[in-house]
């Protein structure tokens, strides 16, 4: 791939309790150098790279599944099964893990936005909830996810926006609730403007959130935003840990560490006609790159 580069991710996030673990496998068209593939692992704990060489990889149509290696993710489930040398120790993560009862999106979450050439980065959401089947053993240390919930969604195009604030919390409250929150900066014709795309699916409906349905980005920071759009009212409030280094794209390219807390607190409130749908405090993940810049 020429010119901007290209890459494609997708991000299987799986939680029981206070445990989780992310696999993000994606492939690479770096601009100025030799395409590859790649598997990141991230726990509460710790994150790790692995990567392939492009010929390792199996794409399958738009079904989103990928196999890279012996690593196989689709919606249907994930099995890995990844090792290597660092820094003197091995690191060693295997197992498989069932999805059931995925939760689509009615539609596009890019909206109209997806008819739009040369977007720096599009985003999609898979599953905004489903069931969980199966464990993870990393170096050792087992993670059971029977009877735990999972959550998909995918990236692609040439770069991560240059600062963004991204968040995805779910829990049961009689029903499943399930939300994401992605308010970044999106170059655009030469210049730029702050977009933003968000759902809240709570007790089998769908409330969606965008620019394109005129959102507007009240508040936003490291640890909070606040939309409005039209009677819908969404606060969300994050109380970062540590959290862990991540690599993402720059022009196709995973030479960028961004910072995920997996496991961190989320205080999530949405309001419909002046009225409080649900007041959380949680666990839920956050990812954010906001520099020195803030939205306006």
């Not at 496998?25 to 790790?48: K, L, M, N």
């Not at 069932?98 to 999609?124: E, N, T, W």
């Not at 926006?161 to 609730?177: I, K, L, M, V």
């Not at 794209?249 to 961190?264: D, H």
Request: with cysteine; charged share 25%; glycine share 10%.
């Amino acid at each position: 791939m020429a010119g901007k580069g290209f890459f494609k991710g997708w991000y299987f996030k799986q939680e029981k309790g206070s445990r989780a673990a992310a696999l993000i496998p994606a492939f690479h068209f770096p601009a100025d150098a030799p395409g590859y593939a790649s598997v990141q692992v991230i726990t509460e704990e710790a994150a790790w790279n692995f990567n392939f060489p492009l010929d390792a990889v199996k794409v399958f149509g738009k079904k989103d599944t990928i196999q890279i290696g012996n690593n196989y993710f689709s919606p249907r489930g994930i099995r890995v099964s990844l090792n290597k040398e660092e820094d003197g120790r091995t690191i060693k993560i295997e197992g498989r893990i069932r999805y059931a009862g995925l939760a689509a999106l009615k539609s596009d979450i890019m909206g109209p936005f997806r008819y739009v050439p040369f977007l720096q980065c599009r985003h999609g959401v898979v599953s905004m909830c489903h069931k969980t089947r199966g464990s993870l053993k990393v170096n050792g240390d087992t993670y059971n996810f029977h009877g735990g919930r999972g959550y998909i969604e995918k990236d692609w195009g040439s770069s991560f926006p240059s600062y963004y604030f991204w968040c995805q919390s779910g829990w049961y409250d009689r029903q499943e609730c399930s939300l994401m929150v992605s308010v970044a900066d999106i170059p655009f014709l030469g210049g730029h403007f702050p977009g933003c795309i968000a759902f809240v699916y709570y007790r089998g409906k769908e409330y969606r959130l965008a620019t394109y349905r005129g959102v507007r980005i009240l508040k936003f920071c490291e640890n909070e935003v606040l939309l409005r759009q039209g009677k819908m009212m969404l606060s969300i409030r994050v109380k970062p840990t540590e959290g862990q280094h991540l690599k993402a794209p720059v022009q196709g390219s995973m030479n960028r560490f961004i910072k995920e807390n997996l496991v961190c607190t989320v205080w999530c409130r949405f309001w419909l006609d002046g009225k409080l749908i649900f007041d959380h405090l949680g666990m839920g993940s956050a990812e954010f790159d906001t520099g020195t810049n803030r939205l306006r």
